[in-house]
């Protein structure tokens, strides 16, 4: 728990910030190799999820940028599952190996799954990744669905495409067993000209859904920031993360840990606070105490709000750095 009584049953766990898609939002000329690759091993990554676990998380989601680009991901996903009081593993993925591996990821262990999808129609897809799988990922989708997985599609909103985006993904949510996200475009250190330009409120979306007797959905245990929609001639559900929205942070409920090793309280906290000396000591001793009473005492600086609408944007250089 924090100081302000919210309590952290959810890790996000980074295992690469390398990504293969080129993201206008995001990595717009692509991964750029601008920090040290030393990411986390296995054997540390099973370690912070045994802390974790052992402080009260019970849900895992393994992000990265792509973490599909690890050759071990498999066995990430299998020990992460293995530990005891992790209730849920999930991973969020841009799918481009989805259709290929997902077999095997839930074999592992996984137990849901985010898929970024900014857009159904192939073109707009390829414009705005620089990625042509469309097809190959939406396949992955529908397998995902049919093996009874709780699946998410991610799409970020942007103001030059919500006229064409919106009806889209109306009619893929129609046949679809799916939650379909719209998140807000969010201001990070590179984007300032593109957030200027491209930033669309979810609140004009969400006046969309209620005009159309979109009723809201109550919030599930673990469940994210978004805002869930229903309506009884849908199978999918709209959901809407508006990160600009009045107490947007009043009910958060997840920890960030980079590929690196660092501890991030918030998305948009100042820097990252570094675990590894600690996760080295509680190695070298088997013991993870060590490692769970630093992140404990770390707790005290996390704050009530990321301060996104006084235009702080804190470290995130791009959204890739810890997979949002």
């Not at 330009?197 to 978004?226: C, N």
Request: glycine share 8%; with cysteine.
């Amino acid at each position: 728990m924090d100081r302000f009584g919210r309590r952290f049953e959810y890790l996000r766990l980074s295992i690469t910030d390398v990504c293969n898609f080129k993201c206008q939002y995001c990595l717009p000329d692509g991964y750029q190799c601008e920090s040290p690759r030393a990411f986390l091993s296995v054997d540390e990554l099973r370690l912070i999820v045994e802390s974790f676990a052992k402080m009260g998380t019970k849900k895992v989601r393994i992000t990265g940028g792509e973490p599909s680009l690890r050759k071990d991901l498999i066995q990430i996903i299998r020990q992460t599952a293995a530990v005891p009081g992790i209730e849920q593993v999930a991973i969020t993925t841009n799918g481009f190996k989805l259709e290929r591996d997902l077999d095997a990821w839930v074999k592992a262990g996984l137990t849901s799954l985010n898929v970024s999808v900014d857009s159904v129609d192939p073109r707009q897809f390829m414009q705005i990744t620089g990625d042509g799988r469309l097809q190959s990922i939406l396949n992955g989708v529908s397998k995902a669905i049919d093996m009874g997985l709780q699946v998410k599609l991610n799409a970020v909103l942007l103001r030059s495409l919500s006229q064409s985006q919106v009806p889209e993904f109306l009619a893929f949510v129609k046949h679809h067993n799916v939650t379909l996200r719209f998140i807000e475009l969010m201001q990070t250190g590179d984007n300032q000209a593109y957030f200027d330009s491209e930033h669309l409120s979810g609140a004009d979306i969400e006046k969309q859904l209620q005009d159309m007797q979109w009723q809201r959905k109550t919030k599930a245990q673990w469940a994210g920031p978004a805002k869930v929609y229903r309506h009884n001639d849908y199978q999918g559900r709209i959901g809407l993360i508006m990160p600009y929205s009045k107490d947007f942070c009043a009910d958060c409920n997840r920890l960030r840990i980079s590929s690196l090793g660092k501890l991030h309280l918030c998305l948009f906290a100042e820097k990252g606070l570094d675990l590894r000396p600690k996760i080295a000591e509680s190695l070298k001793a088997g013991d993870p105490t060590i490692l769970m009473q630093e992140i404990q005492s770390l707790m005290g600086q996390k704050e009530a709000t990321h301060y996104l609408d006084e235009g702080y944007t804190g470290a995130t250089q791009h959204l890739a750095m810890l997979g949002g």
